[in-house]
Nanobody, 113 residues
Framework: VQLVESGGGLVQAGGSLRLSCEVS????????MDWYRQAPGKQRELVAT???????NYADSVKGRFTISRDNAKNTVYLQMNKLKPEDTAVYFC????????WGQGTQVTVSS
């Protein structure tokens, strides 16, 4: 399996970014997908999840600001991030839930105050 994250960057507080994660090597449509993030000096944390049935779940810290979605035709999962805060600064990774440890290279998100 291969996962390629993109869409990160530098943004001011209150701004928005949309992250993408393109997946290959699996039957994407049947898999639950997760977005994680890891800030410097902190453990990697689960941010959002989307199932094959499009059920979603979010960390309390991002509820109401982030939206996870998927496009099975493109084998891609997205993370729309609005109202970004400096504490959202981290490297963001996607993972195939069924393949623990199937990380991509991540994409850096930096939110300036």
């Amino acid at each position: 399996v291969q996962l390629v994250e993109s869409g990160g960057g530098l943004v001011q507080a209150g701004g928005s970014l949309r992250l993408s994660c393109e997946v290959s090597g699996i039957i994407f449509s049947i898999n639950t997908m997760d977005w994680y993030r890891q800030a410097p000096g902190k453990q990697r944390e689960l941010v959002a999840t989307i199932t094959s049935r499009l059920n979603t779940n979010y960390a309390d810290s991002v509820k109401g600001r982030f939206t996870i979605s998927r496009d099975n035709a493109k084998n891609t999962v997205y993370l729309q991030m609005n109202k970004l805060k400096p504490e959202d600064t981290a490297v963001y990774f996607c993972q195939v839930r069924a393949l623990v440890g199937s990380w991509g290279q991540g994409t850096q998100v930096t939110v300036s105050s």
